[in-house]
């Protein structure tokens, strides 16, 4: 069986224009070989004969042959931002960590098809500089940055925090591409503007990565040892109707939470539940540059 053809695959395109001079499949700012019309110039500043347009030169005043000029497709760096803080590592089926493995591995396949670049940094606390890959081009990234983060998987995790994340994205501030955030979002957002305010450049795309587990109370059972993710405390919920409707209540305003804060930049977080959707993730794109 080929593994290529069994990779899934989702297609993303910036809803703006970038810059940059290496063909792809993104709308660019560049004049060059691309099918949208920009404008018309004069055949001597713009040599190449092909692209005369007879109509327009002799309508020209004063008279002189004109050619089209277009705007070429480019390609743009893409970089994926993983949380793999201990709340990561928890999931009833597989871990969230495991899910994000499969997101960064389709993403790798993807960015290749669409001839851009991929790479990847992750944070915790603070900034784990040995999990960072830089951008590259090439048929594998994606499977070597998925295996790295399935590593990471494996080891104990440590407490996640905002300083980690902004430590990480420091290294992207000003540049363009694609910036994919990848985390559970269970720590204080309140410094999060600011760290998307260094981001205004790039096309950024939250991914909230939760659990059937810890959205959904179970359906069975009066009595609930829990354990926090991030501090190892352990508790016991007494589950009754008042507090599962607690429990739901409390995730619905952590979503419209996450949802308001970006929204206010005009982002939609995408959010995956216990499993990776790739078609699902190509209507997000479709919907965003609709």
Do not use: C
């Amino acid at each position: 069986m080929n593994t290529l053809s069994a990779m899934p695959e989702f297609h993303y395109r910036l809803p703006m224009r970038a810059g940059g001079s290496r063909p792809g499949s993104h709308p660019g700012s560049s004049f060059g070989a691309g099918q949208a019309f920009a404008m018309h110039a004069r055949l001597f500043d713009h040599p190449d004969p092909r692209r005369i347009d007879l109509r327009a030169s002799l309508r020209a005043i004063p008279a002189e042959w004109l050619v089209r000029v277009h705007l070429q497709r480019v390609s743009v760096p893409v970089y994926v931002v993983i949380d793999v803080s201990a709340s990561m590592h928890f999931g009833q089926i597989k871990s969230k960590l495991d899910v994000a493995a499969d997101f960064v591995a389709a993403l790798g396949y993807s960015a290749f098809r669409a001839g851009d670049q991929v790479g990847m940094l992750a944070f915790d606390a603070a900034e784990r500089e040995e999990l960072y890959s830089p951008a590259r081009y090439g048929q594998g990234v994606g499977d070597v940055m998925a295996a790295t983060v399935r590593r990471a998987a494996q080891s104990p995790g440590v407490a996640g925090g905002i300083d980690g994340l902004e430590k990480s994205v420091a290294k992207l501030a000003g540049r363009q591409g694609i910036v994919f955030i990848v985390s559970d979002f269970h720590w204080p957002l309140q410094r999060l503007p600011k760290i998307l305010d260094t981001l205004t450049h790039a096309y950024v795309i939250p991914m909230v990565v939760w659990d059937r587990a810890e959205v959904e109370p179970p359906e069975h059972g009066a009595l609930l040892a829990i354990d926090d993710a991030e501090t190892g405390e352990r508790r016991t919920l007494w589950l009754q109707g008042k507090t599962r409707r607690d429990w739901r209540d409390a995730v619905a305003r952590r979503r419209a939470e996450i949802d308001r804060l970006f929204d206010k930049r005009g982002i939609r977080p995408f959010y995956l539940q216990g499993e990776f959707n790739a078609e699902s993730l190509s209507r997000y794109f479709l919907e965003a540059v609709a």
